[in-house]
């Protein structure tokens, strides 16, 4: 293989890019809408293949405008809901949190318990980092398998793409309050289906100093679909990276470090009043459909090449040498 001279120059460009996003994410937080994050991602990638052959760049080109094309459909579905006269879900999944817990309804059980106006505790430090994380681990999952293996990227963007699709044409149909809003959180839309309840998602970042998080996801959140709750892709996401990811790794220690991730988004989200239980259990299992799904898919796909294979294979004799019928070329 003949020397690759651009590398060292795109580990540059790389870690000066990440640098750059440090400096950003300390000045200005983190970046949550989703044209900004289909910028920055581009950027990323463009300096990736800095140096690269031009039938890459073609890759790279159709890759990205489908990605884009992927948070489009995304954004698209942000007031959809209210062209096609679809009603607002409220009691239907409160409904739900009540009978799986008996009554309670979480998000109100745990603020009473572990909420104080006046104290930051470390869990709502680790709340806010963990919730956070949506916005940065799966795009730099996609980054990481585009650069490094373009065979597991392919199976890994059929499942997020997938789980986006099913989850789009939920908040199409289903168009639903999350708990902050239904609590009567939104000056918009006026609903008491629960308690009063606060929406603390920003505040730990702001106790690590970093109030510019909060500014930027104020302003983000402005921009988001706030009737998307059903399925959460919070939830999606964070169990779709480890399940992707679990059979890679080895020893039960680092297994169940893994697990604990989705368990503490789920958990950060319905502290925080994002997403009922019910959203985060609707999110993990539109991930169990993508995997089972596309495994599926890939299986008949590896046995459909297997045959073909076998068929374009010559006959082989008892004794494993070819048969008579078969033509031999000799020296």
Same mark, same amino acid.
């Given at each position: 293989m003949p020397a690759d001279r651009w590398r060292f120059v795109r580990i540059g460009l790389i870690v000066a890019y990440g640098l750059a996003y440090a400096y950003s994410f300390r000045r200005n937080g983190i970046i949550i809408d989703r044209v900004s994050v289909a910028v920055s991602t581009s950027?990323?990638?463009?300096?990736?293949?800095?140096?690269?052959?031009?039938?890459? $760049?073609?890759?790279?080109?159709?890759?990205?405008?489908?990605?884009?094309?992927?948070?489009?459909?995304y954004d698209e579905t942000r007031g959809a809901a209210d062209?096609?006269?679809?009603?607002l879900q409220v009691e239907s999944v409160r409904n739900i949190d009540r009978v799986l817990f008996l009554g309670a309804d979480p998000t109100v059980w745990l603020q009473r318990r572990l909420y104080a106006p006046d104290v930051v505790r470390w869990y709502d430090v680790a709340a806010s980092v963990v919730y956070a994380t949506h916005f940065v681990i799966p795009v730099a999952v996609i980054v990481v398998l585009w650069l490094s293996d373009?065979?597991? $990227?392919?199976?890994?963007?059929s499942r997020f793409a997938t789980a986006l699709l099913v989850a789009c044409v939920s908040f199409v149909l289903l168009p639903t309050?999350?708990? $902050?809003?239904a609590a009567g959180g939104d000056r918009r839309i006026r609903l008491d289906a629960l308690p009063p309840v606060v929406r603390p998602t920003?505040?730990?970042?702001?106790?690590?100093?970093?109030?510019?998080?909060?500014?930027? $996801?104020?302003?983000g959140r402005d921009w988001a679909n706030r009737i998307a709750a059903l399925p959460s892709l919070h939830a999606a996401f964070s169990l779709m990276v480890v399940v992707f990811f679990f059979p890679f790794i080895r020893g039960w220690w680092m297994r169940g470090a893994l697990l604990l991730f989705p368990i503490a988004?789920?958990?950060?989200?319905?502290y925080l009043g994002e997403h009922y239980v019910a959203d985060v259990l609707a999110g993990w299992v539109i991930v169990g459909v993508a995997f089972a799904g596309w495994a599926r898919i890939e299986r008949r796909v590896?046995?459909?090449r297997s045959a073909r294979s076998r068929r374009a294979l010559p006959p082989l004799g008892r004794d494993g040498t070819e048969t008579a019928g078969t033509v031999v070329a000799k020296s």
């Open positions: 950027i990323l990638l463009v300096l990736g293949h800095v140096g690269r052959p031009w039938y890459r $760049w073609r890759q790279l080109t159709i890759a990205l405008s489908l990605y884009s094309a992927m948070w489009l459909a062209r096609l006269g679809m009603p373009r065979h597991q $990227w392919v199976r890994f963007m309050a999350p708990p $902050w809003m920003a505040r730990g970042w702001s106790h690590l100093g970093l109030g510019s998080f909060e500014t930027t $996801w104020e302003t988004m789920g958990v950060s989200l319905v590896r046995l459909r």
